[in-house]
């Protein structure tokens, strides 16, 4: 099956961390490009990080740069958000989703960050 | 960054409907313009990619069209599985950009 599965969100204190993956089964990791879309309680889509297929060029977003880390490992299929410094405003449902051409083709169902004291 | 403005953001309509959601660019962007519907609870789903071109399996009462700043995604005789939120997003340039989402709701 085509598929993307995120896993590693919960509950975490603002000024924490926490590390997202994100594993692709059912089709070649290698020829699609990655992100990470998030979206807070009742609000819209915002698109936050990009990694190409090697993983060797990243873009992220002004919101999250310099706090969140995007990688790649072609090796497990697998992409990774490392979060820092979280905020409050960092509270939101995550999703990955593949692109090539950029557009979001694939989706996960996503993993809950709330960031709470 | 390019701004994407949806209108209106909602919308009430009933079985049947032809329903009409626009999309307003703050910059020329061609056609790299996308359309996603999102239902309660789940992830957006791509319906509509390079303004016009619809995905696979999407019904053909779906479809796309405009250029430059203005887009436009209308189902032309809405079903009940339709009413949902539905988000426009550009593709021309980093950062990528979402508008606001249109909510599809019955009238």
């Known amino acids: 099956e085509v598929q993307l599965v995120e896993s590693g969100g919960g509950l975490v204190q603002p000024g924490g961390s926490l590390r997202l993956s994100c594993a692709a089964s059912?089709?070649?990791?290698?020829?699609?490009?990655m992100n990470w879309v998030r979206q807070a309680p009742g609000k819209g889509l915002e698109w936050i990080a990009y990694s190409s297929v090697s993983g060797n060029t990243i873009y992220d977003a002004v919101s999250v740069r310099g706090r969140f880390t995007m990688s790649r490992d072609n090796a497990k299929n697998s992409v990774y958000l490392q979060m820092d410094s979280l905020r409050a405003e960092d509270t939101s449902k995550y999703f990955c989703?593949?692109?090539?051409?950029?557009?979001?083709?694939?989706w996960g169902q996503g993993t809950l960050v709330t960031v709470s004291s | 960054d390019i701004q994407m403005t949806q209108s209106p953001s909602s919308v009430s309509a009933s079985v049947g409907d032809r329903v009409t959601l626009s999309c307003r660019a703050s910059h020329d962007i061609d056609r790299w313009v996308a359309w996603y519907q999102q239902k309660p609870g789940k992830a957006p789903e791509l319906l509509i990619s390079a303004a016009s071109s619809s995905q696979t399996g999407v019904p053909s009462r779906f479809s796309g069209s405009g250029s430059g700043t203005d887009f436009t995604l209308t189902i032309s005789r809405l079903q009940p599985e339709d009413f949902a939120i539905y988000y426009c997003q550009q593709a021309k340039s980093f950062p990528f950009t979402f508008g606001g989402g249109t909510r599809v709701d019955v009238k």
């Open positions: 059912g089709f070649t990791f290698t020829s699609y490009e």
């Open positions: 989703a593949r692109s090539r051409g950029d557009y979001f083709d694939l």
